[in-house]
């Protein structure tokens, strides 16, 4: 029996259960997953270790420790090893039977310091190596915030960028790798199981992986052979550029120091590097990288390293002669078969985050990978026997969903939604739609639309005009508990979400559209797509229109206020967004405005007053909610206190809110709900759907 929601409010999609991918046993009959739970009523957050029968879709609990995270297995049977973080700063690492869950998780050892990102590679019958990730201070060992000696003053001082990145400020501590082996005697008891000592694998090299500030498990990989990871190049200035290299360290588990790491170079692709995986035996490596130095957004080209003894053999997928490639789309993971034959890759396609296959080898590939799967938005991908995937997915009405699927046939098949395929949040697939229409130039732009679950055809519904961050970005088939179209749909809204000029999954050409263009095509993108809901989509009611947009979605909303579309408005909405183009050194990536602007400030001024909102205040008009956060040091505070001073100044209805403790994004489930209440009252004040709702129960009262 499926419990389902009256009505899918803020409060439900906060507190609904959050679910990790599914990590499948080497049998291929259970598999892993964590999820978490908020209270509103108790103010608590819950979390679970649960293991899933693959076969039948039950679960059971592995653990409910608060502290508890990151599962996997261990070997081929089903023994399972987690994280726990434990007293005076330490992490333990726990052990239990994944066939007796009634038994005592066990102990096995403690690091003195908070790691994270578990990976297990097995080296023999019985040794395996344990790799995570930790702080290192400046003398290479594992940093402990706990027991670390406390500065007398609070003062900072520094002589190069960055100073500050995304939400906190840059000590000297730095992102590492660790690494040890787990040995197991006789059976396979905790009592005949020994850890060594964590070593830094990078201690005395000035690299740092994974990347600040959003580096993970994804940053590095490791076999039987070594470790390969990302790190940014140290002799250059991290702000400006975005070079980051592969590396390669060879391990030699019975030295007690790493190998100097070695660099894989990768000829004119000078940009990020990203998601080292290992073939099944090792001996391969399947990466991605940028060609631009400079652009954080460059599509990422799919590399393979054959044999990982020879780093100066480096192959790539689909490349042409004017260095551009042939496969147009931006491939993100990467998962190997079990032959090592082929590659599965997610990339973004038409606002789906699709799973392809290719063969894994470039001299082989020559036709362009296949798309597998092509609905949702697919967050992993990993190995079942009989060369069989264990895929998670969501979409724009399920958060979490676990499936089979057979690369060969393109069959799936459903082993466990979270939602009920949406059922649980009284959702449905039949409230999606999508539209293209004509954009600024010669191309067609294309569009998502979420209707209400109570949704008739004869009736007018107000519009919420979602606009997406990036700008290089894309509204997808895919969950969100940030930014859901389908909060918003519930409210009595038909929600548009567009992909205008810049967004990605829709080739490059009209990706890199937006450079030097900020205010232009996609602007004028946005003003075709207006103008197509209101010709030739009758249930909207484009009077009662609303604008909503954070980051660049938020400058967007800026611009638009000073723009005649923004008269077509009822209210707007802005979240940490650009209030000035002039202020973007206030930033602390600098590459991004360099990039987008197609210079410096000093050099290419012109450029950046050219899409500046700030030049067109005198036209602001419309009621307006801004919303910025103290911790947002990708847009500092000030670009949200200018604006809402500017409409106080004016006399225009307006609203301000902020979190101290929030950054660029609202995270904390008690600060979300409070955002969702400020931005609906907002716009449903101006699209008077409370009035409308209130009229609607008067009536059947009457009746």
């Not at 450079?515 to 993108?525: A, E, S, T, V």
Request: aromatic share 10%; glycine share 8%.
């Amino acid at each position: 029996m499926t419990v389902r929601a009256k009505k899918f409010t803020p409060e439900v999609l906060l507190s609904a259960p959050r679910r990790s991918s599914a990590i499948p046993n080497q049998k291929g009959t259970l598999a892993l997953f964590t999820v978490s739970t908020y209270s509103f009523n108790s103010q608590s957050k819950s979390s679970e270790i649960r293991v899933l029968d693959i076969k039948t879709g039950q679960t059971n609990l592995v653990s409910s420790d608060a502290q508890a995270s990151e599962p996997t297995w261990l070997g081929k049977k089903n023994l399972i090893l987690w994280l726990r973080g434990g007293e005076k700063g330490t992490t333990n690492l726990m052990l239990t039977d994944g066939d007796n869950l009634e038994l005592k998780p066990a102990t096995i050892t403690s690091f003195n310091g908070s790691v994270a990102n578990l990976k297990i590679t097995e080296i023999d019958s019985e040794t395996f190596a344990l790799v995570v990730t930790g702080l290192a201070t400046p003398s290479g060992s594992l940093y402990n915030p706990e027991t670390a000696e406390k500065p007398k003053s609070t003062g900072k001082v520094y002589s190069k960028l960055f100073v500050r990145q995304w939400d906190s400020y840059v000590t000297e501590n730095t992102s590492s790798i660790w690494y040890t082996t787990l040995k197991i005697k006789g059976s396979s008891g905790s009592s005949n199981m020994t850890a060594g000592s964590l070593r830094n694998a990078l201690a005395g090299s000035s690299l740092e992986s994974p990347v600040p500030p959003f580096g993970g498990a994804g940053d590095f990989d490791a076999s039987k052979n070594g470790i390969v990871f990302v790190a940014k190049d140290p002799k250059i200035n991290a702000a400006n550029y975005t070079k980051t290299d592969l590396y390669f360290i060879p391990l030699d588990f019975t030295k007690p120091r790493a190998q100097t790491p070695q660099i894989v170079k990768t000829g004119n692709l000078k940009g990020y590097s990203a998601s080292p995986v290992f073939s099944p035996d090792g001996n391969s490596v399947a990466f991605t990288r940028m060609k631009s130095i400079q652009y954080e957004s460059d599509k990422p080209r799919l590399l393979l390293i054959p044999d990982i003894t020879d780093l100066t053999n480096v192959q790539e997928f689909y490349e042409t002669p004017d260095g551009e490639g042939k496969w147009d789309l931006r491939p993100e993971t990467i998962t190997w078969s079990q032959s090592g034959e082929e590659l599965y890759v997610t990339a973004e396609e038409n606002g789906r985050g699709k799973l392809f296959k290719l063969p894994a080898s470039p001299r082989h590939a020559k036709d362009l990978p296949k798309a597998i799967v092509s609905d949702g938005t697919v967050t992993d991908v990993k190995l079942l026997p009989n060369n069989q995937l264990l895929v998670s997915s969501n979409s724009l009405v399920d958060n979490s969903t676990y499936s089979i699927l057979d690369p060969e046939t393109d069959a799936s098949s459903l082993v466990s939604s979270n939602s009920k395929l949406g059922k649980a949040f009284g959702l449905s697939q039949d409230q999606v739609d999508e539209f293209w229409f004509a954009g600024a130039e010669d191309y067609n732009v294309h569009a998502w639309v979420l209707k209400p679950s109570n949704f008739d055809k004869s009736k007018k519904y107000p519009l919420a005009f979602l606009i997406h961050g990036g700008p290089q970005g894309a509204w997808n088939e895919g969950w969100s508990t940030r930014w859901n179209p389908a909060v918003f749909a519930e409210q009595g809204y038909v929600v548009v979400t567009p992909n205008p000029t810049g967004s990605t999954g829709y080739g490059m050409e009209f990706q890199n559209g937006i450079k030097n263009q900020w205010g232009g095509r996609p602007y004028i993108d946005l003003v075709k797509c207006f103008e197509y809901i209101e010709a030739n989509i009758s249930y909207v009611d484009i009077n009662r229109a609303v604008a909503l947009g954070a980051s660049y979605g938020g400058y967007m909303v800026n611009w638009i206020q000073g723009h005649p579309l923004g008269r077509k408005f009822k209210a707007l909405v802005t979240h940490d967004g650009v209030f000035s183009t002039l202020n973007q050194y206030s930033s602390e990536e600098l590459f991004f405005p360099h990039h987008d602007f197609d210079g410096t400030l000093w050099d290419n001024r012109e450029n950046y007053e050219k899409w500046d909102p700030a030049r067109h205040l005198k036209n602001w008009a419309t009621p307006h909610l801004i919303i910025h956060n103290e911790l947002d040091y990708r847009l500092p505070i000030a670009e949200g206190l200018a604006p809402f001073n500017v409409l106080q100044t004016k006399g225009i209805d307006s609203k301000f809110l902020t979190f101290p403790d929030e950054n660029h994004w609202v995270l904390k489930p008690e600060n979300s709900l409070l955002w969702h209440k400020e931005v609906l009252g907002w716009i449903n004040k101006y699209t008077r759907i409370e009035e409308e709702e209130l009229n609607a129960c008067v009536s059947q009262v009457r009746m």
